[in-house]
């Protein structure tokens, strides 16, 4: 047999050694194999990011991501089941007054639009209900979404948050501002208000709340967990 004298990459020289007969056929699939790329240059299928919960801390997690990953490696998927994280320190406001109209865009509720480092990811809209792992393989798996349609990660961030209650349990975007104006009502037609737990959400609901409680008496009732307290219409401290 003939030796050809030329460049081969390794996969073609393990043909050739393998191969008795070289026919005009494996002669052109040498010279295609000589003809790629080196491996690092060969565009790898990409690996993909996935963050469930697009609250705070996903949002956080994504955004840092985008300035890291590499958008020729790595594809990037924020799933949240609306188009827009809700400040949950604003929100608590947002329910109870429509000054400084707090539902509206970049105010309490901030949308995705600027989310990402160089447009390096994208906002898959559903609500995650499960996460399967890949047994076959023994890595990756899939994010179930409800509706039963599943998204493929290579790496995954769990950040689904926690499940509120009272006013900032709040519904999906197309139920929310039925659901913020219901609040209102409440806080508005309400004599006393006890708000459970003195942290950052609690302390800046404060104010609106009392701003709100109906003219009813004197004097109303205005507590939180740890800072329990009376406040006297008309008062314009905090929370001693």
């Not at 991501?65 to 400040?87: A, G």
């Not at 659901?179 to 404060?206: M, P």
């Not at 409680?213 to 109303?220: D, G, I, K, Q």
Request: aromatic residues 6%; hydrophobic residues 40%; positive net charge.
């Amino acid at each position: 047999m003939t030796s050809l004298n030329t460049s081969l990459s390794p996969n073609s020289q393990l043909i050739l050694g393998t191969t008795v007969v070289a026919t005009p056929l494996l002669l052109f699939a040498l010279r295609k194999l000589a003809c790629r790329p080196p491996t690092a240059e060969i565009e790898m299928a990409k690996k993909t990011v996935v963050v469930l919960g697009g609250g705070w801390n996903g949002s956080l997690a994504a955004r840092q991501l985008s300035s890291q990953l590499d958008p020729r490696k790595y594809e990037l998927i924020l799933v949240n089941d609306r188009p827009y994280v809700i400040n949950n320190i604003a929100s608590a406001r947002m329910t109870a007054t429509e000054v400084d109209h707090l539902d509206s865009k970049d105010k309490a509720l901030m949308p995705y639009d600027k989310l990402f480092h160089n447009g390096n990811g994208t906002v898959k809209g559903g609500h995650a209900l499960a996460v399967e792992e890949d047994k076959e393989h023994g890595k990756g798996g899939w994010g179930v979404l409800e509706g039963g349609e599943k998204i493929k990660w290579d790496a995954l961030i769990v950040a689904t948050g926690s499940a509120w209650q009272g006013p900032l349990a709040f519904p999906d975007a197309e139920a929310l501002p039925g659901h913020v104006r219901q609040w209102r009502e409440r806080v508005k037609a309400a004599k006393d208000i006890f708000i459970v737990g003195g942290g950052a959400v609690g302390i800046g609901a404060c104010p609106r709340y009392l701003s709100r409680l109906a003219p009813r008496s004197p004097y109303y009732s205005l507590s939180a967990v740890c800072l329990p307290h009376r406040v006297r219409r008309g008062d314009q401290g905090g929370v001693p």
